[in-house]
């Protein structure tokens, strides 16, 4: 039935793992973490996640006008960062209309404006956390609700303990819209130790030490977690919590960056077989 044998990792091998997820036998098909000869692949590799990032963001339903930027940082020149451009919608971002701009909002690549709002929060943590390769911020329907309850989230589920202690609730400048620098600034020492944040009156902001994939996909999870959060408390009963030692057990194990990597590459699959013109 089977043309080969499968053998099993060695101790050495399954110790050098980083996730329980990763298999233990040897010659199954399974993502792996690339590699690069030269910064000019690792870039147009990031470019491209980022873009799918975007796509699914348009898939999720995450669009509002213009608002919602996505940035990871460039491999070479890392005081600078690739971003979607101003006024494209999630899906018409595509590589050739990325744009590459410094921590002082000054677009030194591509044609587009850059988005004020994403260049004064982003700009701030980039500059400030040089460990953050990637961050994440939309409009969301779910995420703005519950920003506006000024609390965090609690572990109710699996799901939820993935964020547990590993994000934070932000109220400077709660609610103005961040266009002056001094409000990046206000924001940005946050993000030290955490990917993610609830920015009250305003939304969702994720960030990643990894890549573009991992904090989108963190976004993508922390919006879900919201929106049942809501739907929980909705219902009038109190919840049943996960254990602080368990939700620490599952945030280890499910909650890493490397596992938000790993959860985008069924996404990037599908977006890359369906939506070719995003390599455009």
């Given at each position: 039935?089977?043309?080969?044998v499968k053998?099993?990792?060695s101790p050495?091998?399954?110790?050098?793992?980083?996730?329980?997820?990763?298999?233990?036998q040897?010659?199954?098909?399974?993502?792996?973490?690339?590699?690069?000869?030269?910064?000019?692949?690792?870039?147009?590799?990031?470019?491209e996640?980022?873009?799918?990032?975007?796509?699914?963001?348009?898939?999720?339903?995450?669009?509002?006008?213009?608002?919602?930027?996505?940035?990871?940082?460039?491999?070479?020149?890392?005081?600078?960062?690739?971003?979607?451009?101003?006024?494209?919608?999630?899906?018409?971002?595509?590589?050739?209309?990325?744009?590459?701009?410094?921590?002082?909002?000054?677009?030194?690549?591509?044609?587009?404006?850059?988005?004020?709002?994403?260049?004064?929060?982003?700009?701030a943590?980039?500059?400030?956390?040089?460990?953050?390769?990637?961050?994440?911020?939309?409009?969301?329907?779910?995420?703005?609700?519950?920003?506006a309850?000024?609390k965090?989230?609690?572990?109710?589920?699996?799901?939820?303990?993935?964020?547990?202690?590993?994000?934070?609730?932000?109220r400077?400048?709660?609610?103005?819209?961040?266009?002056?620098?001094?409000?990046?600034?206000?924001?940005?020492?946050?993000?030290?130790?955490?990917?993610?944040?609830?920015?009250?009156?305003?939304?969702?902001?994720?960030?990643?030490?990894?890549?573009?994939?991992?904090?989108?996909f963190?976004?993508?999870?922390?919006?879900?977690?919201?929106q049942q959060?809501?739907?929980?408390?909705?219902?009038?009963?109190t919840?049943?919590?996960?254990?602080?030692?368990?939700?620490?057990?599952s945030?280890?194990?499910?909650?890493?960056?490397?596992?938000?990597?790993?959860?985008?590459?069924?996404?990037?699959?599908?977006?890359?077989?369906?939506?070719?013109?995003?390599f455009d």
């Open positions: 039935m089977l043309d080969k053998t099993t990792l050495q091998q399954q110790a050098a793992a980083i996730s329980i997820y990763q298999p233990k040897a010659g199954l098909i399974f993502p792996q973490i690339p590699s690069f000869d030269n910064h000019a692949e690792e870039r147009q590799h990031r470019k996640r980022l873009v799918a990032a975007c796509r699914a963001f348009a898939q999720q339903g995450y669009d509002y006008g213009f608002a919602g930027h996505l940035t990871v940082r460039d491999p070479e020149f890392p005081e600078l960062y690739w971003t979607n451009p101003m006024c494209v919608h999630f899906s018409q971002v595509r590589v050739s209309n990325l744009i590459l701009a410094d921590h002082k909002g000054k677009v030194v690549e591509g044609d587009y404006a850059i988005n004020r709002a994403g260049f004064v929060l982003h700009a943590v980039h500059e400030a956390h040089p460990d953050i390769m990637a961050m994440c911020h939309a409009h969301t329907v779910y995420g703005t609700a519950f920003a309850l000024g965090p989230l609690e572990p109710i589920s699996q799901d939820a303990a993935a964020f547990f202690e590993d994000h934070v609730v932000i400077d400048e709660a609610g103005q819209v961040a266009v002056e620098e001094k409000a990046g600034l206000a924001v940005c020492d946050w993000f030290k130790d955490v990917k993610a944040a609830i920015h009250q009156n305003h939304g969702l902001l994720t960030a990643s030490r990894h890549s573009i994939e991992s904090a989108a963190w976004f993508i999870a922390l919006e879900r977690c919201c959060q809501l739907m929980v408390e909705a219902t009038g009963q919840p049943l919590l996960v254990s602080p030692d368990r939700a620490r057990y945030r280890e194990h499910v909650g890493s960056d490397y596992i938000g990597w790993l959860h985008f590459q069924p996404i990037w699959d599908q977006l890359s077989k369906t939506q070719p013109d995003m």
